[in-house]
């Protein structure tokens, strides 16, 4: 089974829509991040999260919000989708610093019509 | 904006020639990080070259630093058709919060 998984893979919503994107671990992992990737393009930092009670802005963290329900799951949420936040979206973890390798679950590929 | 920088952007070679990517950076860093990511997928590491390290191997992938230029290469000996996908660096510094990931090479092997 996958360490990080992303749920939904897929998801086509509506402008004004609220939506929730969810992402669990079974590394064991303190730090989980939330990324958006735009076509052609590198990864952006949307949030992070050094553990439960530590949540981060990142470098596009407008319009975006996010919960560490447990040390295993952090989930990122759109609270009125619009067509620009169509992207991918991945959920990576790491140990304990900001230096350390980072695992990657496979992505949510998100449609704002 | 990103730190990386990948040269090239895109790279398009044969099965069995030898593929090299370039990365830049802008800040000191503790560590520099490849990955590789197929099409639409999430990112795979690659290898990771600390800052006192200047060259690094892992079976048909190369790495070599040089902090003074603040740069590093990605070498990928005899591709295959399997090696097709988005290769991006990411520099590691303690003072910063995650890595900074740069805007991928796309690499196209050829059969």
């Known amino acids: 089974d996958a360490d990080v998984t992303q749920t939904p893979r897929n998801r086509i919503t509506k402008t004004g829509k609220r939506i929730m994107l969810e992402c669990s671990q079974t590394?064991?992992?303190?730090?989980m991040y939330w990324y958006r990737q735009d076509p052609g393009l590198g990864l952006q930092l949307i949030y992070y999260?050094?553990?439960?009670?530590?949540?981060n802005k990142g470098e596009i963290s407008d319009g975006y919000s996010v919960s560490r329900q447990a040390q295993a799951k952090f989930s990122l949420s759109l609270e009125s989708a619009i067509p620009n936040q169509t992207a991918l979206y991945f959920c990576a973890t790491s140990e304990t610093a900001s230096t350390d390798t980072q695992y990657f679950g496979p992505g949510t590929r998100l449609t704002v019509l | 904006s990103q730190q990386g920088e990948e040269d090239p952007q895109a790279l398009s070679i044969q099965e069995g020639e030898n593929a090299t990517m370039n990365c830049s950076y802008k800040t000191s860093i503790n560590n520099l990080q490849w990955y590789r990511q197929n099409s639409g997928r999430g990112l795979v590491h690659l290898i990771l070259?600390?800052?006192?390290?200047r060259e690094k191997h892992s079976g048909r992938l190369r790495v070599t630093l040089d902090t003074s230029k603040k740069s590093s290469s990605l070498l990928i000996t005899a591709s295959r058709a399997a090696d097709t996908a988005s290769y991006f660096c990411a520099s590691g510094n303690t003072g910063r919060r995650a890595l900074t990931f740069g805007s991928g090479t796309r690499l196209q092997v050829q059969p």
């Open positions: 590394k064991g992992h303190d730090r």
């Open positions: 070259i600390r800052s006192n390290e």
């Open positions: 999260s050094f553990d439960v009670k530590d949540i």
